[in-house]
Every structure is written in C-alpha cells, then in structure tokens.
C-alpha cells in the first residue's frame, strides 16, 4: 500500500552522498542514465518561494529537512502545507486546489495510483526529458511515469515480501518456496507436525478494500499476466489473469488459505502471523520489526524470514508498488525552484535521513548495498529483489472506479459464489467499459 498509509521498513540508518536527479532544461536525453519522454506541460522557470503539500508528517522530521534546504536557499524557502492523515482526505486536498487552479501548491506528494490521473487531467507538470533518473530504482520511475512521461520525483517506494516460518522449513528440511505449488507442498511436509496444530498455510489482505487489489494484481503479476497492458487495454480475461486468480481461489478451496483471511487487511493479517497462525505471509515490510518484537508480543520472534513473493506457474513472483511521487503543480510559480527540491528529496543524502526517521524505504538503489543498512535490516537484499521486479496497480487515470470493480468481481470469486472465468470475463465488460 502507500507510504502514506502504511510504514514498513524497520527503520534505515545513516547519511550518504548528494544528488541522484539531475534536469538541465534541454530536451535531449542527458546520456547519463534513464529518462522519460520530453515535457509537454509549463516550462520549469522561476526560482523563489515555494510549498510543499503532503500527508501529515508523524516524525517530526519532515521540517528538520525542510529546514536544512531553507538554510543553503534563503531565497527560495519550502513552507509546509500539512494535508489529512488519510490519503483519501490528501487526493481530495489536492483535486479541490487544482480545479480552481490555485498555486498555492508548488510541491505535492502523491500516491502512485494518483499520478495517472493528476497527469491526465493536466494538474501537473511534465518533467523535463533529461531528468536524469539512473540512481534510482526502476520500479519506482515506472510509478511516476504516464504514457512514457515522467510525472513526478520518486520519494518513497513499498513492495511485500513473503514472511514464512522458517522454523519449522527447518524441521522439514524444505527450502523457500519460490512458487505457489511449493509453498503448498512445503505446508503438506509441515501441517502434520505438534507444531503447525492450529495453523493455516497463507494468507494476504482479502477483505473487500484496496488490499484486495493489490493481491489480485500481485497474483496476475506473478502468473505473467497484467490487469491493463502498455497501450491501457483490460487483459483480464487472459489464461494469465485466470491462473493468478485461480491460486487464491484454490487455496481457499483446498483450505491453505483460512476462510478467516477473507476479513484480513495489513494488521489482521500481520497479526495472524505474529499469533502464529500462518505459516506463510504476504505482507508489506513493516510486518518485520513488529514479529520480531522480543516483548513477548509476537510468539514467532527467532523463528521467521522472509523471501520475495512466489510465482505462480513457472514465472517469478512480482509484488505491487506504493510509494509517494513529487509531481509539480501545472498552476505553481517558481517551477524551476520546484524541481530543484524534489531532486533535493531525493538526494541520497536525504533518502537515508528520511528512512531513519520514518521507516519508509528509499528510492536511491545504493542505499541497499549500504553495509550500515545491511547489518541493520537483514532483509534488505530480499526487499531490493522484490522492488527490482515490481509492478505496479493499474495505471488509469480513472483507478477509483477501476479498483472498486476489481474487488466486486474478484472478492465473490474468493467466497466461492462466483466462478473465476465468469468473474473476471464480467471484470473484462466492466474494465472495457471504463478504459473508454
């Protein structure tokens, strides 16, 4: 899910070096690394006075940053605009302030699924061409990118891992799954066992919510399909779409799946496995510090891991992104300063501090061949393969509607009122219906 609504790395130490963004302002790529297409929106002109729009910050260490760039840009100071905690409440901050036009937004932080439709309907500004986005994580420019135009800054990024016991793996001496079919087979090695008495084989976040989404794309993903291909066309109806639904529906069917996870969002779901329920979960990364509290509130502190998600068939397991972008508002003045900050909020040294502060993982690839980060976080090679291969939630410019007909076709299927063909050719209609 967003960062925005959930942290999830345990925390990330340290300072680091300076910029990994850079803009000249021409219109050819700079050579020095990955770009996306040329601006087609208002020029990035004028330095001065900006704000920056974003969720409530909990740290408190948002105007410590904020702080530290107003000191070396006297002119050209950030001024906070604290927004709703809820995401919801944000995006509808933001959409009131972009359709009277104001600027009083410079800088607005967006959830990923945002993007594509902040960019559609023209509220923010094109990046220029030759941003220079090669020290960052490729997952998170694809989610702040639109039709082959870069959108926004990457500040933040999220991916799930797979938490597995690894305990009783063990005991069994099965390795880690890296597919579905092994992940059952390894529970049938284990679920006989004193210690697996009581115990389901997985679970995710399958209540009727945004998680459920985000499992049913994550499923696709990892069975080779896509939700919406490149040219913004519904392949729901795909053999791919159907083999990534017909896992979930088959777990429940054959009970590996408890018909409990069907009211699991993060936290219920997180705690299942804390409680010791699961022998496998799909969970965001801020599950890690919570299992492994040794205060006596998780019964499964020592003896988990974690994995990338598996695959489904013979194609790898792929997670689903969150994250938050820096866009630039269509309407805002000093656009050059703008783009300056968010390159700033994405400097290396900024990532780290941010990170520590928040716990929320950073978009600058080598912060995770950081031994500091290493030694702190043992999962931090297993995250940066989950984020490597990551995708993303469909990419629409109207996702409100798209993501509440995903979890109306798909959540009956997962009850087992509906068939998973006739489920998702009904989401296929519905889908087609809406890309128009």
């Not at 604290?82 to 600027?103: C, G, H, T, Y």
């Not at 490729?138 to 135009?149: E, G, L, P, Q």
């Not at 777990?251 to 219920?268: H, Q, V």
């Amino acid at each position: 899910m967003p960062v925005s609504r959930r942290n999830f790395l345990a925390g990330l130490g340290g300072l680091g070096s300076l910029a990994v963004l850079s803009a000249c302002g021409s219109n050819s790529d700079s050579g020095t690394g990955s770009s996306a297409g040329a601006s087609s929106g208002p020029a990035f002109t004028g330095k001065g006075p900006i704000t920056y729009a974003t969720g409530k910050d909990t740290s408190g260490k948002l105007q410590e940053i904020l702080g530290d760039w107003n000191k070396t840009h006297p002119d050209e100071k950030v001024t906070l605009t604290e927004l709703p905690e809820s995401a919801d409440d944000q995006r509808a901050a933001m959409i009131q302030n972009f359709q009277v036009k104001s600027d009083s937004y410079s800088v607005v932080g967006m959830d990923p699924i945002w993007v594509a439709e902040f960019a559609a309907q023209q509220w923010v500004a094109a990046l220029p061409a030759d941003t220079d986005t090669s020290g960052l994580l490729k997952s998170s420019v694809d989610s702040a990118t639109y039709f082959k135009k870069l959108y926004g800054v990457p500040f933040a990024t999220n991916g799930q891992l797979l938490f597995y016991r690894k305990d009783l793996l063990d005991a069994a001496g099965v390795g880690v799954p890296t597919s579905w079919d092994q992940m059952w087979a390894a529970w049938d090695k284990v679920r006989s066992s004193p210690a697996a008495k009581g115990m389901s084989a997985y679970a995710g976040q399958l209540a009727k919510y945004e998680g459920l989404t985000v499992n049913f794309t994550s499923a696709v993903l990892s069975a080779g399909g896509k939700v919406f291909d490149e040219n913004g066309k519904p392949t729901v109806d795909s053999a791919q779409a159907k083999a990534g639904l017909g896992a979930l529906v088959n777990g429940f069917s054959k009970g590996f799946i408890p018909k409990e996870a069907l009211t699991y969002k993060e936290e219920e779901s997180r705690q299942a496995f804390q409680d010791g329920k699961l022998m496998f979960l799909q969970n965001w990364p801020y599950v890690y510090s919570k299992a492994a509290a040794t205060d006596g509130s998780s019964k499964v502190a020592g003896k988990f891991a974690v994995a990338p998600v598996p695959g489904i068939g013979s194609n790898p397991g792929m997670t689903v992104l969150g994250g938050l972008v820096l866009g630039i508002s269509a309407y805002a003045k000093n656009k050059a300063t703008a783009l300056e900050f968010a390159k700033y909020m994405a400097s290396e040294k900024v990532q780290k501090v941010w990170a520590l502060a928040t716990s929320q993982a950073p978009v600058v690839t080598s912060l995770y061949s950081d031994a500091e980060v290493i030694k702190a976080y043992p999962y931090t090679e297993e995250l940066k393969k989950s984020l490597d291969s990551a995708g993303t939630r469909p990419q629409v410019h109207n996702y409100g509607d798209v993501t509440l007909a995903i979890q109306n076709a798909v959540y009956p299927a997962l009850s087992g009122r509906t068939g998973v063909d006739a489920a998702l050719k009904d989401l296929q209609t519905k889908l087609e219906a809406l890309a128009k």
